[in-house]
């Protein structure tokens, strides 16, 4: 069955945490290596504005569904970035617009440019761009769900894990649509077979490596993905993505951590 977009504009809601005790955290603070992964978590959720920004300029935008998936799923990461600041805020770590917004002037050229190359080469691909987008999409948001549920399980905080739960139940639907729309569009063209696997294997990376230095990249991965644990987590993603029309056998994942040198 196909993913139902009426239905995912219709139910699309703010995570929620009122209900949840959130001053616990007073009373038991998370570590710092926590804290920092936390807020890793908390900017790369606030930044999905700019992606969202730079594939408004590429062919994705001119789809009925990814358009209406794509309004839903800003406003929904957002409220994951407000929900994980909430957290942050109790242990002294303020995420507030001023922070965004310097650390996205210290992109600098990079920031302006990443919406023209997009539109660039969404113009040069064509319609076979949205297989693309859709299945990196996928390969992202596989990736979030991995990262809130393997923080729940190392921190064993039942405050903190619910929350993360209810995140990940949203990405969960987040996954569900960029699936069903890579799969479609991969079965159907050889041609966004091909430019996807290249487009992945060559310039995937672990998401927020664009915005965040290279030692945030790794503390995070390392936190998250280190060990006999998070490997065989990551090759639960590789094998999601792996499973997808014309990209079987791509690694993408474990292939990033062996780049940071992060240990089996």
């Known amino acids: 069955m196909g993913f139902d977009i009426d239905r995912y504009t219709a139910t699309s809601v703010s995570v929620n945490w009122a209900d949840l005790d959130l001053e616990s955290f007073r009373r038991h603070p998370l570590p710092a290596?926590?804290?920092?992964?936390?807020r890793y978590m908390a900017d790369v959720e606030y930044h999905?504005?700019?992606?969202?920004?730079?594939?408004?300029?590429?062919?994705s935008h001119r789809e009925a569904d990814v358009s209406a998936f794509m309004t839903m799923w800003n406003r929904?990461?957002?409220?994951?970035?407000?929900?994980?600041?909430a957290v942050l805020a109790l242990h002294d770590v303020t995420v507030d617009y001023d922070v965004l917004k310097a650390n996205r002037l210290k992109l600098g050229w990079k920031d302006k440019l990443d919406p023209m190359k997009q539109s660039v080469l969404g113009g040069l691909v064509g319609?076979?761009?949205?297989?693309v987008h859709m299945s990196w999409g996928a390969a992202n948001e596989w990736s979030a769900i991995t990262a809130y549920n393997r923080m729940a399980e190392l921190e064993q905080n039942p405050?903190?894990?619910?929350?993360?739960?209810?995140?990940?139940?949203?990405?969960?639907r987040h996954v569900a649509f960029y699936t069903s729309q890579a799969r479609e569009r991969l079965a159907a063209s050889t041609k966004a077979q091909k430019i996807t696997r290249?487009?992945?294997?060559?310039?995937?990376?672990?998401?927020?490596?664009?915005?965040?230095?290279?030692d945030d990249v790794t503390h995070v991965m390392g936190h998250l993905m280190s060990g006999p644990d998070g490997r065989?987590?990551?090759?639960?993603?590789?094998?999601?993505?792996?499973?997808?029309?014309?990209?079987?056998?791509?690694t993408i994942v474990q292939d990033a951590l062996d780049g940071l040198g992060i240990p089996a």
């Open 33 to 38: 290596d926590s804290l920092r992964t936390l």
């Open 48 to 59: 999905t504005v700019c992606y969202t920004r730079d594939l408004l300029t590429t062919p």
């Open 159 to 172: 405050v903190l894990a619910e929350l993360l739960r209810r995140i990940a139940k949203q990405e969960a």
């Open 127 to 131: 319609t076979d761009f949205v297989a």
């Open 76 to 85: 929904e990461e957002f409220w994951h970035g407000e929900a994980l600041a």
């Open 232 to 250: 065989r987590a990551a090759r639960k993603v590789d094998d999601s993505i792996s499973s997808m029309p014309g990209l079987g056998g791509l």
């Open 198 to 214: 290249f487009a992945l294997s060559h310039f995937w990376a672990p998401v927020g490596s664009s915005i965040m230095s290279r």
